[in-house]
């Protein structure tokens, strides 16, 4: 059974974060993600699974082989989410920059 999961409840445990964080700069499989982790195996296959089940990864076969890679896509609706709060907070840290330039001791 395939549930469809959140993908903000998928980013929120620091694992699966670190995870993508591995797969910015190429496919990797699960042994290779692994053995970047101190935890057992199929506890990062777990934490695949869930990136997968948000669609925040992809899996493709090569041999016998699975390579898992990003979805950019799916990463770009956390951005589009995000970025009304990065627009706020430049905008409040332009004005204290502001301030502390016309601020004279």
């Given at each position: 059974?395939?549930?469809?999961?959140?993908?903000?409840?998928?980013?929120?445990?620091?694992?699966?974060?670190?995870?993508?964080?591995?797969?910015?700069?190429?496919?990797?499989?699960?042994?290779?993600?692994?053995?970047?982790?101190?935890?057992?195996?199929?506890?990062?296959?777990?934490?695949?699974?869930?990136?997968?089940?948000c669609?925040?990864?992809?899996?493709?076969?090569?041999?016998?082989?699975?390579?898992?890679s990003?979805?950019?896509?799916?990463?770009?609706?956390?951005?589009?989410?995000?970025?009304?709060?990065?627009?706020?907070?430049?905008?409040?840290?332009?004005?204290?920059?502001?301030?502390?330039?016309?601020?004279?001791?």
């Amino acid at each position: 059974m395939n549930l469809r999961r959140d993908i903000f409840q998928a980013i929120a445990d620091p694992t699966r974060r670190a995870i993508l964080m591995l797969l910015t700069s190429q496919a990797m499989t699960a042994g290779t993600i692994a053995s970047n982790f101190e935890t057992a195996r199929p506890t990062v296959s777990k934490h695949l699974q869930i990136l997968i089940e948000c669609e925040l990864l992809s899996q493709e076969q090569n041999g016998r082989e699975i390579y898992y890679s990003l979805n950019p896509l799916k990463l770009r609706e956390i951005e589009d989410f995000i970025e009304p709060f990065r627009k706020l907070w430049d905008n409040r840290f332009s004005k204290l920059e502001s301030v502390m330039k016309n601020y004279t001791l």
